[in-house]
């Protein structure tokens, strides 16, 4: 009887160890943290143990303080500039992209739905642990034990096993997604610190004009050419550009801290100039094209595809769910007959629970699924075409610009300085007419820049980083 009673022992130790054994590192963790044998303190060491209890209690209200600085400060990193770029000689918007990717705190904390992914699948994958039930004979009874195992892995595991590997493929569709939205973001903060900088120097060269203007207004008011209604109008107009450069400036600043934020560069300060390519837009495809491309390459679309595909896989699994089966070996010791043992089962019989409740959850599931990616589908054709089109009119409004509105002033221009060369107009419609000049040019400076963003638009739109065809 003792025999048998250790030999049971040694099976519930065998069962509840990993294959056997602990591993090394559990052992050491276990010894780490086991107290000590407690020891019988003197009176000394008692009123040294109050102190130390008065002293961790005040120091408690400090505790909230200190740990969440120790337990940000392992998250915390310095920036890293990938390997080739250089910002000495100047920041191009395809390194602009790749510093984002390498260290943009959003995308990082994105990634880390991984890490839960992963850890659906294993627990997915894992087995529930047999139960061992132990009577220990006391007076006459005898030795006993039952051992049961859940059977119901043979048909489950898989099903659950295939729900998470879809969910890791989702979720990694998704984070691909994330990706692109933020190579989008990047390339539009790039293009927008681009145009500031560009309105400040196009409002720094128009300044020179726009200020001789009120000099001469001024002259002309003091021998009786024009009122002082005129005066004051020309001089409110210079204030005006003049608050506009200073806001210019301003975008400029506010441009740069967005794109450094972007980049991951806010906490390192690093200084940088940037140097933009010149543009030069593709040749458009049609609009059923590019449709039928983003439809074949943008990664959210694909995610719920996997979306709807383990919405299925959960159905099925929550329909086998239905049965419950757990086998068991009931273990006597010696009676009448000698030793004992035989197996059986138990099972749950779905006569008031059949699971409804979960597979009308799952079925909810896949029609939430299908209709999101109906919606996706959508919303995917409608950027294709609203970036197509943007792009298209803003072409022909810097067409129109740069080969019509910009020449005839330059013509002007020309005329109106040969004139005035001759004595035939005064130099104030030289100047107005340059100012007019420099506010097409203007135009065209932004007209340019919406053209780039809509480029930007549809390439995130097709599911691409850079324009291409």
């Known amino acids: 009887m003792l025999k048998f009673a250790v030999i049971s022992l040694i099976l519930m130790m065998s069962v509840f160890s ?8 559990i052992r050491e963790r276990i010894a780490a943290e086991t107290p000590p044998k407690p020891v019988k303190k003197t009176k000394t060491e008692k009123q040294a143990a109050k102190q130390l209890a008065k002293k961790a209690k005040r120091d408690k209200n400090n505790l909230s303080a200190t740990v969440p600085d ?25 390194e602009a992209v790749q510093i984002a990717l390498w260290n943009n705190a959003a995308l990082n904390a994105d990634l880390s739905q991984l890490g839960f992914a992963r850890a659906d699948l294993k627990e997915a994958g894992l087995l529930q642990n047999p139960i061992l039930s132990l009577l220990f004979p006391v007076g006459p009874k005898q030795l006993e034990a039952v051992l049961n ?8 595991r898989p099903k659950r096993v295939a729900v998470a590997t879809v969910n890791l493929k989702r979720v990694a569709e998704g984070l691909e997604q994330n990706g692109l939205n933020l190579v989008r973001d990047v390339r539009l903060g790039y293009l927008e610190l681009h145009l500031a900088k560009e309105r400040v120097r196009l409002a720094d060269s128009a300044m020179q004009t726009r200020r001789q203007i009120p000099i001469i207004m001024e002259a002309r ?3 009786g050419d024009v009122s002082e209604a005129e005066v004051v109008t020309v001089q409110s107009e210079l204030k005006v550009f003049e608050e506009d450069r200073l806001r210019f400036e301003r975008e400029t600043f506010v441009a740069e801290e967005r794109l450094r934020l972007l980049m991951g560069l806010s906490d390192e300060r690093t200084a940088f100039e ?13 609009s059923d094209e590019l449709i039928r491309s983003a439809r074949a390459s943008r990664p959210d679309l694909r995610s719920a595809e996997l979306a709807i595909e383990a919405a299925g896989n959960l159905a099925k699994w929550e329909k ?61 054709a409608s950027e294709v075409e609203e ?12 067409t129109q610009i740069r080969f019509s509105v910009i020449p005839a002033l330059e013509r002007e221009q020309f005329i109106q300085e040969a004139s005035f060369k001759d004595g035939d107009i005064p130099f104030l419609f030289v100047l107005q007419n340059r100012q ?13 820049a919406e053209m780039q963003r809509a480029q930007v638009l549809l390439d995130r739109s097709v599911g691409r980083i850079s324009g291409e065809k």
């Open 18 to 25: 990993a294959n056997g054994q602990i591993s090394a590192q």
């Open 70 to 94: 120790s337990a940000a400060s392992a998250f915390t990193k310095t920036a890293k500039i990938p390997d080739g770029i250089n910002l000495a000689d100047g920041l191009t918007e395809d």
């Open 149 to 156: 195992l859940p059977i119901e892995i043979l048909y489950q």
């Open 221 to 223: 008011f003091r021998v």
């Open 274 to 286: 940037i140097a933009p390519k010149p543009f030069n837009p593709v040749q458009l495809a049609s």
């Open 320 to 380: 086998s769910r239905i049965f419950n089966f757990i086998a068991t070996l009931d273990i006597n010791g010696k009676g009448a007959k000698g030793f004992e043992a035989g197996p059986g089962f138990v099972a749950e019989i779905p006569i008031f629970n059949r699971n409804e409740g979960g597979i009308t959850r799952a079925e909810a599931e896949i029609e939430r699924a299908g209709r999101q990616y109906a919606l996706i589908r959508e919303q995917i």
């Open 387 to 398: 970036s197509r089109l943007r792009l298209i009119k803003t072409e022909e409004l810097i």
């Open 436 to 448: 007019r000049l420099d506010l097409a040019r203007l135009r065209e400076t932004e007209a340019n």
